[in-house]
Structure formats: structure tokens, C-alpha cells
């Protein structure tokens, strides 16, 4: 696995504990600039922590996570997405009695820029087609998948430099998941970096240029997506054999 890009992002030692529960067990990690990055593995083995750890939503009970050489370890949430690194969140958490194009906006609330959101707006609308056809209406009213392109199009709004994708294709038809990951990779191929967690791990591993297991809050594989697609253990593990 090269790592000709820089690295943007590093977490050393990262752990993360409910109570007497040790949900990530001190778990290193890099993302390199412009980079798809997968963590992928099964239900409950910790993933959604480790993305609510770098987020700061939940405490960190040790390491260190470090995000173009400053230290977000012990910043709060808000802080860490003015520095760039957005999350979209498990379950997509639209506002539900807002309009989508008022969803959309309240994602560039931290930018002072104000004159360059009405461009933002139309790229966002550009990549999801969908939501300028519905801008007016309640986000309550969209399907699923729509909501999810919402939420992804709410965290593009931040300008981020990473962004954070906590299990984008859950609950979606496979026809909308094939679409939502073509956007991921088009959004990629614009030069965004970006970290995706993911339980569907065919397609997360088909579109990452790194990829890490996730065991029981332990990192046990790594490697380019290809390599883990064509790793035995994967394939027998998460792929049907």
C-alpha cells in the first residue's frame, strides 16, 4: 500500500470505553489526503466509536488523534468541524420539519462566507439532482435514500477537508447504494479525503484506496482495498467465502 499522498490525518492509540466496556482498544490509524479510507467489519465491532471518538461525541479514554498536525484530541465538537472534519451521521439526522434547502444551509453555519454558499448550494444540487426538485419541501417527506443524500449534501456544504461517513448504505435499496457510492467516488475524484465506515464491505472495499478490520475494537487487517477484496480472511469472513 503506497503512501505517496500526505497523511492528513493520524490517530495513535485511540481508546474508547462505556463503563467497564472497552469498545475500541487502543487502535491506530491513517488517512492520507484525497484518499477513500475504509474501516469495515461486523456489527458492534466498534466502528461507530471510533467515528464518534474523532468527531468528539463521545470521550476519548485514550490516544491521540492528530489532523494536519493539530492535535483534535481533547477538542470540542463544534471546534472540530470549523477545522474542517464533518460527520455524517448513522441514521442521517435530517430536520425533519425543516425544508431541504433549509437543511442544507444550517450545514454552512460555521462559514462566515456567506457570498459563495449560493455556489456551494448548486454543486450540492448538481451531485443530488433530487433535491433541488424537492428544495421546497419538508425533509420529513423524502425516502430514505433521498434523506441520505440530504445528510451527505448538508456535510459538503462545510466545506470539510474530511469527511466522516458512518454507514451511508444502511437500510437503503442496492440500487440506491449503487448511487450514493458513485457520488462518494465522484466527490473523491474532486480531491475530497474521505473515511467511510461501512458494514457493506464489498462496495466500501471496492471503492477505498486503504482499508482497515475491525475486530472487537482491534484493528487486524490492513491494507489497499484490493488487497483485503482478494485476503481469504475477508472473503470468508464478510464476503460469503
Do not use: W
Amino acid at each position: 500500500m503506497s503512501d505517496a499522498r500526505p497523511s492528513l490525518l493520524q490517530v495513535r492509540g485511540l481508546k474508547v470505553s462505556y463503563g467497564k466496556v472497552e469498545a475500541v482498544r487502543g487502535i491506530d490509524l491513517e488517512l492520507h489526503e484525497g484518499e477513500i479510507t475504509t474501516l469495515v467489519g461486523a456489527n458492534g465491532a466498534g466502528k461507530s466509536s471510533t467515528l464518534l471518538a474523532l468527531s468528539g461525541l463521545v470521550k476519548k479514554a485514550g490516544g491521540r488523534v492528530l489532523f494536519d498536525g493539530h492535535d483534535l484530541t481533547r477538542m470540542a465538537p463544534h471546534r472540530i468541524v470549523a477545522s474542517g472534519v464533518v460527520q455524517v451521521a448513522e441514521g442521517r439526522a435530517t430536520l425533519t420539519t425543516l425544508t431541504v434547502r433549509e437543511n442544507l444551509e444550517l450545514g454552512a453555519y460555521t462559514r462566515p462566507d456567506r457570498g459563495s454558499r449560493a455556489a456551494d448550494l448548486a454543486r450540492v444540487y448538481g451531485l443530488f439532482p433530487v433535491l433541488a426538485e424537492r428544495a421546497d419541501g419538508l425533509a420529513g417527506n423524502l425516502s430514505g435514500g433521498e434523506q441520505q443524500m440530504l445528510a451527505i449534501g448538508r456535510a459538503l456544504m462545510a466545506r470539510p477537508r474530511l469527511l466522516l461517513l458512518d454507514e451511508p448504505s444502511m437500510g437503503l435499496a442496492p440500487i440506491i447504494v449503487q448511487g450514493i457510492f458513485r457520488t462518494l467516488r465522484e466527490i473523491n475524484r474532486a480531491g475530497l479525503t474521505i473515511f467511510l465506515i461501512e458494514q457493506n464491505v464489498r462496495q466500501a472495499l471496492k471503492i477505498a484506496q486503504r482499508a482497515y478490520v475491525l475486530e472487537t475494537g482491534c484493528i487486524v487487517l490492513q491494507g489497499s482495498g484490493r488487497e483485503l477484496l482478494d485476503n481469504p480472511r475477508v472473503q470468508q469472513a464478510y464476503l460469503g467465502g
